[in-house]
C-alpha cells in the first residue's frame, strides 16, 4: 500500500482536484483505492459519492478523525490524503508519519509562491522529510503557460531544493469534472488526452519506487 499526501498551507491551489485526480487515476487503473479526506469540508468525500456507482470507485475515508488508519480495508493499495488549507506540519504529522510521498501545489502568484515558502520551511522540520526519507515534489498548477507570469514562477520554484514534478495548466474542465465525481482519467478523447500528457511526469516520479 502506497499512501500519497497531497498538502499546502495557503486555500485554493488545486489540492482537492489533484487529489481526486491521483484517485481517480489509481482506480481506473485497477487499484484498490482510498481517498482520506481531512479537510471539514468534505469536498473529496461528496467527489468520492458522487462516483460510487462506477467500476472505478474510490472508497472516502475521514480523515479528521485520529482513527483513519483502522477504516483503510486490508486489501488497500493505494492512499490518497486530501488536507485543509492551514495545515503546516505539526497539523500533518499523522500523515507526514506514513506517506510514501508529499505533492505540493503552488499557483503562479507571489502570494501563493511566498504561502508555499513557508509551509515548506515548516514541514521541513519534520524528521522524515528533513532526513530525506519522505519526497516531496511541487506541482506547478493551474498554469497559463504561455504568460510571462506562469513561465518566471516555474523559474523561481526549479531554483526551490525540491524538485518541480509537473506543470498543470489551467482549465475549466477540472472545476466540471469534480463536480461530477469524475477526472480526466475517466475519458479518452484527444482533447483529454492533451490534458492527461500534463499529469504524466507527476505520475512517474510517485511510481519510480514501486
Same mark, same amino acid.
Given at each position: 500500500?502506497?499512501?500519497?499526501?497531497?498538502?499546502?498551507?495557503?486555500?485554493?491551489?488545486?489540492?482537492?482536484?489533484?487529489?481526486?485526480?491521483?484517485?481517480?487515476?489509481?482506480?481506473?487503473?485497477?487499484?484498490?483505492?482510498?481517498?482520506?479526506?481531512?479537510?471539514?469540508?468534505?469536498?473529496?468525500?461528496?467527489?468520492?459519492?458522487?462516483?460510487?456507482?462506477?467500476?472505478?470507485?474510490?472508497?472516502?475515508?475521514?480523515?479528521?478523525?485520529?482513527?483513519?488508519?483502522?477504516?483503510?480495508?486490508?486489501?488497500?493499495? /493505494?492512499?490518497?490524503?486530501?488536507?485543509?488549507?492551514?495545515?503546516?506540519?505539526?497539523?500533518?504529522?499523522?500523515?507526514?508519519?506514513?506517506?510514501?510521498?508529499?505533492?505540493?501545489?503552488?499557483?503562479?502568484?507571489?502570494?501563493?509562491?511566498?504561502?508555499?515558502?513557508?509551509?515548506?520551511?515548516?514541514?521541513? /522540520?519534520?524528521?522524515?522529510?528533513?532526513?530525506?526519507?519522505?519526497?516531496?515534489?511541487?506541482?506547478?498548477? /493551474?498554469?497559463?503557460?504561455?504568460?510571462?507570469?506562469?513561465?518566471?514562477?516555474?523559474?523561481?520554484? /526549479?531554483?526551490?531544493?525540491?524538485?518541480?514534478?509537473?506543470?498543470?495548466?489551467?482549465?475549466?474542465?477540472?472545476?466540471?469534472?469534480?463536480?461530477?465525481?469524475?477526472?480526466?482519467?475517466?475519458?479518452?478523447?484527444?482533447?483529454?488526452?492533451?490534458?492527461?500528457?500534463?499529469?504524466?511526469?507527476?505520475?512517474?516520479?510517485?511510481?519510480?519506487?514501486?
Amino acid at each position: 500500500m502506497k499512501t500519497w499526501l497531497v498538502a499546502c498551507s495557503k486555500g485554493g491551489v488545486g489540492k482537492t482536484t489533484i487529489a481526486t485526480h491521483l484517485a481517480a487515476e489509481a482506480a481506473a487503473g485497477g487499484l484498490r483505492t482510498a481517498l482520506v479526506d481531512a479537510d471539514p469540508q468534505g469536498s473529496a468525500t461528496r467527489w468520492c459519492e458522487r462516483r460510487a456507482g462506477m467500476a472505478s470507485a474510490v472508497l472516502p475515508v475521514d480523515g479528521t478523525r485520529k482513527s483513519w488508519r483502522k477504516h483503510l480495508p486490508d486489501d488497500t493499495q /493505494r492512499v490518497v490524503v486530501d488536507t485543509p488549507a492551514g495545515a503546516m506540519e505539526r497539523e500533518l504529522e499523522p500523515f507526514l508519519d506514513v506517506a510514501d510521498a508529499l505533492v505540493v501545489p503552488v499557483q503562479p502568484s507571489a502570494l501563493d509562491i511566498e504561502a508555499a515558502v513557508r509551509f515548506l520551511e515548516s514541514v521541513g /522540520r519534520h524528521p522524515r522529510v528533513r532526513k530525506g526519507k519522505l519526497r516531496l515534489g511541487l506541482v506547478g498548477n /493551474r498554469l497559463k503557460p504561455h504568460t510571462n507570469a506562469s513561465q518566471q514562477a516555474m523559474e523561481v520554484l /526549479r531554483s526551490w531544493p525540491f524538485p518541480l514534478v509537473a506543470q498543470l495548466r489551467d482549465s475549466q474542465a477540472y472545476v466540471v469534472l469534480t463536480g461530477l465525481g469524475k477526472s480526466l482519467f475517466d475519458y479518452h478523447s484527444a482533447q483529454v488526452r492533451e490534458h492527461q500528457a500534463d499529469w504524466e511526469p507527476l505520475l512517474h516520479w510517485l511510481d519510480k519506487r514501486g
